[in-house]
């Protein structure tokens, strides 16, 4: 295999990678900061992508149609949580699984009612088609690019958010010690709804970017929630930092597994053998990856012993 | 005789009447969806010893249920097709006999719980919910991407597998097969939280500091509830892969997982007819709801939700009122 190729799919991996952690981090702050386990958090991701779908049909411009998905997103994430997820806070997990759960069915089914079966289509718009000379003759579209760099700035623009505002001190002293935090006079409840309004629009986001590689259709957020279900926990659940690294561990795996394996098969096996047994395997490979992880650290790579 | 008894004999009589009745009436498909609740109810069963005894919120109980449907789909694709499955070091030739294809099936799931139960009782909390999760996905991928069984368009089974005594093309005698096999299982089932043995169990969920002070180790007595809760939904998946002489990837996946979860907690955990309640009214909603709107699993999420946030301790708890503890 040449160089060149290993770089693009180097780069088709962090580009997962950045995308997966939008999805983790709301995951790990809704459960770091008020325990809860969201497996809805895929619908959020659905409703951006077809709240961008939506937008660039109905306007054609793929601006709008991200602050579209960020705005229908954040808002679906408040509805749910001050109808739903409020009344999930202090029970216990498997609740709040079959609960959210439920709201997956809903969600689901609800915008298979809106939309209908089929697949919508979000393009990639005109200024950020084709591809672009990187050092070392590689080609690569501009497109994943850019998700890879908006990613990266998310990611950052949410470190900062975390360790220098106030709304990043607060969501901090909740994770620590909620009773406190309210008796200092913070209103918890509101803190609630803005942390998973604001992992539900960061999912949105996601959602409406890789909305424009793949198709749009409903169902299409649960493979990724599992796989951001993974992150978390390769991370440690309410990291991160821990989010960040195992989000792009996860997509890098899943990413070169997928084209490394099948070769490395090949080597001593015939080419057809190799090919099945190789796929299967870097199929499996994250969640390889993840039991690994839990046996040597059974709370994730940055998680607190409970 | 308490509430709870009460109400697991009606339930008992009921899923025994409906059949009759529609047996009488020559109503096949009423038979057919009472084999579909029981052999669901038996998954169910399964999963409650690990999470209702057991208090493990195993969310990848899909596993054990199709690596059950597999063994059956396997063994019988190679009898159907008369190739063996392995010739050296010995010869195994596929069969069509019920009994040899539940006794691998319990002795597959049994294994594999084995092993993902070790690895993930490594963990607790939520890290064991989402461990059993990617088990589960695992082997998802593993069924789609193998493509020496199917891959992911799955095995036909052309007729199904035979009983020794019964004609088990006849959905009658199939159904009596299968609440056979449901009632034996719940008894079983209902010895195994009284003895020693479950008693400990449930100590470890409640309190496991003060079990590891009565010189029990929690470990074992978790590994083992999950390996005989693995085996039953084990064969829950042999005998359902038998009603549709059908097995695909979708047996694996992580909404049948959700799926046996819903069973249980709808009907009510750590009750012994809570999943045999819960398949049946699932199974019930879906047959009335699917008549009414092609959009049925919005109400279904809606009950759920409504079970969840207003009644919980599912029907039977709601029936029966709170158990009585002693923590």
């Known amino acids: 295999m040449s160089a060149l190729l290993l770089i693009e799919q180097i780069l088709n991996g962090l580009q997962s990678g950045v995308m997966l952690f939008l999805m983790a981090a709301g995951l790990t702050l809704v459960f770091g900061v008020m325990g809860l386990i969201n497996l809805a958090h895929g619908s959020l991701y659905m409703v951006g992508a077809f709240a961008a779908a939506g937008a660039a049909a109905a306007t054609g411009s793929f601006v709008v149609a991200l602050v579209a998905a960020l705005a229908a997103a954040a808002a679906a994430g408040a509805l749910i949580e001050m109808l739903v997820i409020r009344r999930l806070y202090e029970r216990d997990h498997l609740d709040q699984v079959l609960a959210t759960f439920a709201l997956i069915l809903i969600l689901s089914e609800g915008t298979r009612w809106l939309f209908g079966s089929f697949p919508l289509y979000l393009d990639v718009p005109d200024w950020l088609s084709g591809s672009v000379t990187l050092p070392g003759g590689i080609q690569y579209p501009l497109y994943r690019l850019a998700i890879i760099v908006v990613g990266l700035a998310v990611a950052a623009g949410l470190f900062g958010l975390i360790s220098r505002t106030r709304l990043g001190i607060r969501i901090r002293a909740g994770e620590a010690d909620r009773e406190m935090i309210a008796a200092l006079g913070v209103d918890i409840s509101k803190l609630y709804t803005m942390v998973f309004a604001l992992g539900a629009a960061l999912a949105g986001l996601a959602g409406a970017l890789v909305g424009a590689i793949q198709s749009v259709q409903v169902g299409m957020g649960e493979p990724v929630l599992i796989l951001a279900f993974v992150v978390i926990v390769i991370g440690g659940i309410g990291s991160i930092k821990g989010a960040f690294i195992g989000a792009l561990l996860v997509g890098l795996t899943e990413t070169l597994g997928g084209v490394l394996l099948p070769q490395l098969f090949g080597l001593f096996m015939d080419p057809s053998a190799a090919t099945t047994v190789g796929a299967s395997l870097a199929s499996m490979a994250i969640y390889i990856l993840m039991a690994v992880v839990l046996i040597w650290r059974p709370s994730g790579l940055f998680g607190v012993r409970a | ?327």
Request: with cysteine.
């Open chain 2, 1 to 327: 005789m308490n509430r709870e008894t009460i109400i697991n004999l009606l339930i008992a009589l009921g899923l025994i009447a409906v059949p009759l009745w529609a047996i009488w009436a020559d109503e096949p498909f009423i038979i057919t969806l009472a084999t579909k609740v029981a052999i669901l109810a038996l998954a169910g069963v399964g999963l409650n010893i690990a999470l209702g005894l057991g208090g493990l919120v195993s969310f990848g109980h899909a596993a054990f249920f199709g690596i059950g449907g597999y063994a059956m789909g396997i063994l019988a694709s190679h009898a159907q097709n008369y190739t063996p499955m392995m010739e050296w070091p010995l010869l195994i030739e596929g069969t069509k006999s019920m009994p040899v294809i539940w006794l691998v099936a319990v002795l597959a799931s049994a294994l594999a719980a084995l092993l993902i139960g070790v690895l993930s009782l490594r963990t607790s909390g939520v890290y064991f919910i989402m461990i059993t999760l990617a088990f589960g996905q695992m082997l998802y991928y593993f069924a789609i991407s193998w493509p020496a069984y199917g891959g992911e368009d799955g095995l036909s089974i052309y007729v199904r597998n035979g009983f020794p005594g019964l004609n088990t093309l006849d959905p009658a005698q199939f159904l009596a097969l299968c609440y056979a096999v449901l009632f034996v299982v719940l008894f079983l089932s209902s010895r195994l939280a009284k003895s020693a043995f479950g008693l400990a169990l449930s100590g470890a969920r409640q309190n496991e500091d003060r079990l590891r002070t009565v010189g029990i180790e929690p470990f074992r007595l978790r590994l083992v509830a999950f390996v005989i809760s693995g085996a039953v939904t084990g064969l829950a998946g042999a005998l359902y892969a038998d009603l549709n002489r059908f097995v695909s990837p979708t047996m694996f996946s992580w909404h049948m997982s959700g799926e046996i979860m819903v069973f249980v907690i709808l009907g009510g955990v750590a009750r012994l007819f809570g999943p045999v309640a819960g398949a049946a009214l699932f199974i019930v909603m879906e047959h009335l709801l699917g008549g009414i709107s092609e959009y049925w699993q919005v109400f279904l999420g809606l009950t759920l939700l409504g079970v969840v946030l207003f009644a919980r301790g599912g029907l039977i708890g709601t029936l029966a009122g709170r158990k009585v503890t002693h923590d």
